[in-house]
Nanobody
Framework: EVQLVESGGGLVQAGGSLRLSCTAF????????MGWFRQAPGKEREAVSC????????HYTDSVKGRFAISSDNAKNTVYLQMNSLKPEDTAVYYC???????????????????????GGQGTQVTVSS
């Protein structure tokens, strides 16, 4: 069973930055995608950003484009999310997700829907104060 360990959340003022990390342990396959998803109180889980280094693709939800950057280190099975210019509406629990690449890869896109990914971590709280 794959375990995902997230870290890097915290409390920051609006305009500030945070960097999230997620490492996957127990992977048994090489081609996969990883992503970040978030869930605010009373809301459904939504995609933030996904990446697959195997096919060189990334996906960002519109609200974070230009502010967040996803990257990965395949040797460490780790994905990062650099979050800049944070806004109060970014406040949520952030979860790391993992999917087999053949499930989420399209002809020219990378799927990043919360239902397509598996979650094995507890999430990390990000709170942005105004």
């Amino acid at each position: 069973e794959v375990q995902l360990v997230e870290s890097g959340g915290g409390l920051v003022q609006a305009g500030g930055s945070l960097r999230l990390s997620c490492t996957a342990f127990g992977l048994t396959f090489d081609d996969y995608a990883m992503g970040w998803f978030r869930q605010a109180p009373g809301k459904e889980r939504e995609a933030v950003s996904c990446i697959s280094s195997s096919v060189g693709r990334t996906h960002y939800t519109d609200s974070v484009k230009g502010r967040f950057a996803i990257s990965s280190d395949n040797a460490k099975n780790t994905v990062y999310l650099q979050m800049n210019s944070l806004k109060p509406e970014d406040t949520a629990v952030y979860y790391c997700g993992l999917a087999r690449l053949d499930i989420v890869v399209g002809s020219s896109t990378l799927g990043c829907h919360p239902r397509e990914y598996d979650y094995g971590g507890q999430g990390t709280q990000v709170t942005v104060s105004s």
